[in-house]
């Protein structure tokens, strides 16, 4: 009977076991990190080390002129000045983006906690289900309404779309969270001649930090590293970074530089990854939070 | 009136009204919009004449959104289950107390945090067959190994699936590990006094038990296969030929590329209807189990 557990943190009964379990999860651990580790590698190469053709081989000469390249002078159609401005438009959309999607996902999370109906629930479903509509059904319209008002293809265009379109999943996390919030807090405030919009910003936002760090981290990932959205909302000059990536990576003219292209991908994913990094136990724990709804 | 306004200060309607409308306005709206134009001849500009469901048939009889669904079930199922078996074995496994585990969770959920489009130019290049694995193993002495799925039209789709499993198994992991360690400890003791061998515990008694958890993963993971589009982009462009076509993108293309409004909002429409079958019973049970 050695491999029947004896308590729910006993290991493995037999060594063999053991070892194979071990044998896996390394194995996996190479599977998750060769990609990403052969990328960052290449692109410490110059080009002559680049055509040996040998994507395993550390650098002979490692250096950052491929990274410098992708930052500067990577060309994508005509314009050939690297990922920096791209770099800055990801910025610039995604922290007013991050910020207004939270602090408004915040405030209808804590209405839709107090209000009170008996449809409340039916509704709730209805705004769930948004959370799983295709974008390609809502695109179209999108695009009409935005360039109706003069607001296709510009930067407000794109900060408000990705507001809108994260507007039902950042409402519903507060909302769960705003749930298990005791009522008394709310009705005293209440009692004291405060009103809604008082009672939510000195009351209950200085007491939901964690959750609000939580979906700040969801929607800057998630924002940071849309395409779709940017390709199709942003204009020209608010082009966000991985739209431009793919437009240099696909650049045909000229030769092709994939330790460039390779480095140009890395500063794209580092803003996301440095957040991963950072703010692991927040990040694990929304998560788990979006995916458990309700 | 003013009455009537003086109190709503101290109400949450007027921020619940607001709500609704833009969810009603942005996306229910935009359905209704969208499907009425697929009930019309509209190419590049929107054209509101009615003419029935022609573009459905028109669809239904293109080969490429057939490929595209195609695709779309060979893609879904295999990453599907790929997925969920990889992610529950990891979350098992970190479940058993070893050694650093934070460190493995870390490097097991950190392409959760990259994005499709790096993921799939990353993989890309690892399986190019001139630079990549394939020309790596040659160098070795193995002149004739061949490892060109990426450029191979009957493979291709499976190097898709290979890199998004690498992009999720993570996430998987996570959502069962938190349920795992949810477990009451009774339960594991009752376990091991039947003397249940542990592989027939998890596979009869603990996932049975984390059905909810594991329904939830497959909702999530499903979404991602009706909505996937970036990873495609980045990764086969739909190619070799349209052998990785699928559907999210075709509609796109339809959309912008190939100006033919009615045909893709009729695409749109079908993903719609897909993603409501696929989740009304998971819905079904949610709703039923809150009221």
Redesign the interface.
Known sequence: ?S??????????GSRAARIG??A??VA??I??????L??VI?SLKPMEE?RQ????ALPINPNFDAWVAAWQSACSGLDCGGVRPGLWNSIKITVPAVVISTLTGA??G???A??KSKHA?L?M??????????????????V??LSTVGMFRSYVGIVFVHV??G??YT?LLFRNFYIGVPDEISRAA?MEGA???RTFWSIILPISTNVLVVVGILQF?GI?????LGL?FAGNDSMPM?VQ??NI?NNSRGAAF?NV??AA??I??IP??L???LS?RY??RG??AG???? | MTRWLQRQ????????AV??A??A???????F??FF?SLTRSTLM?DYQPIGFDQYIKLFTNHRWLVSCLNMVIFGVLYIVGTLA?GM??AV?AD???AAESL????????????????G???R??LEP????Q??VR?TGWESFTFDWLTNPDRAIYTLVMASI?HSA??VM??VL?GLRG?D?DL??A??ME????WR?YLQVIFPGMRP?IA??V??LM?EV??G??LI??MTKGGPGISTEMP?KF??DY??ARVN?GL??A???M??VL??VL?APY?YT??RR??
Do not use: H
């Open positions: 009977m491999y029947v557990v004896s308590s729910r943190n006993a290991t493995f379990m071990y896996f999860l996996s651990a599977f998750f990190l060769l990609p990403l052969l990328v290449n680049i053709g040998n994507l395993l405030l209808n804590y209405a839709l107090q209000w629930n509704i479903l209805l705004v769930t289900v948004g959370l799983f509509i295709p974008y390609q059904a809502m695109l179209y319209p999108t009409k309404i809108v379109y507007l039902p409402t209440r009103t809604f919009l990932t940071w590293n849309d395409y779709l199709i991985t990536l793919t990576v994939p292209n390779m991908a890395l794209t994913a996301t990854l957040v991963y990094f692991g990040f694990v998560i788990a995916a458990v709804k309700g | 200060v101290y109400r949450p309607d007027i921020a619940v709500f609704f833009m969810v306005v942005f996306f229910y709206g935009s359905i919009w969208t134009m929107p990889f074995l990891l496994f058993r107390r070893i493995f969770r870390t490097i097991f959920l950190y392409p959760l945090a990259v994005s499709l489009i790096v993921t130019l990353s993989w290049w690892v001139v630079n990549g694995l020309a790596l160098q690498w993570g996430l996570v959502i938190a477990i400890n594991w003791k376990i091991r003397g249940i061998p542990l515990a958890i939830s993963c909702v999530l979404s009706i909505r589009y970036d982009i980045a999210a509609a796109v959309y912008f409004l893709a909002s695409a749109s429409i993903m719609l993603s409501l989740l819905f949610e709703f809150r009221t």
